[in-house]
């Protein structure tokens, strides 16, 4: 127990002076953590596509409805409804599955070098806050032994020398899939948040 309080406690600096000492507090840094990267997502998402010609973003984002991120293979809720039904535990397990495949495919991520360097430390800082998370819950241990064993091969292209067309096409894959799963995970850890509180109106 005095270990997961100091680690609370780490997990906090910068965003309370006060030691966290529930997980109401916890998710409230995780919500605060996972909300920065979606927006950091966002930005390096925007930034790409203002370099394109306006026909390269028609065609881009015609060829990405119809292709496959690579974490799609973790399962997770096909609508707001499912996600309201799904118990904390799960939001939190599709959460760390999501967050733990994009820190070795962040380093990857086109855009400014100072924008993708703050992405995979903060990925593993939310990693350890999402596992903090589990195994604070009923069942935890047991659940997060389950989320460990997955682990997501990176994009089959990573190691390959891209040039011209397909470089533009893997490059806006890859910032459009990581802009959809930090998107999913805000949503997750906002939702297992909100479960947390009773009164609160959970509704998406």
Known sequence: ?????????????????????????????????????????????????????????????????????????????????ETQRSSVLKLLSISYRLVESWEFSSRFLSGGSALRN???????????????????NQDGAEMFSDVSALQLAPYGNFYQSLGGEELLRRNYELLACFKKDMHKVETYLTVAKCRLSPEANCTL
């Open 118 to 136: 703050q992405i995979s430390p903060r990925l593993s800082e939310l990693k350890t806050g999402i596992q903090l998370l589990i195994t604070a």
């Open 1 to 81: 127990m005095d270990r997961v309080v100091l680690l609370l406690s780490v997990l906090s600096l910068g965003v309370s002076s006060q030691p966290i000492t529930d997980s109401q507090h916890l998710f409230s840094i995780a919500v605060s953590r996972i909300q920065n990267l979606h927006l950091l997502a966002q930005r390096l998402f925007s930034n790409f596509e203002s370099t394109l010609q306006t026909e390269d973003q028609r065609q881009l984002n015609k060829i990405f409805l119809q292709d496959f991120c690579n974490s799609d293979y973790i399962i997770s809720p096909i609508d707001k409804h």
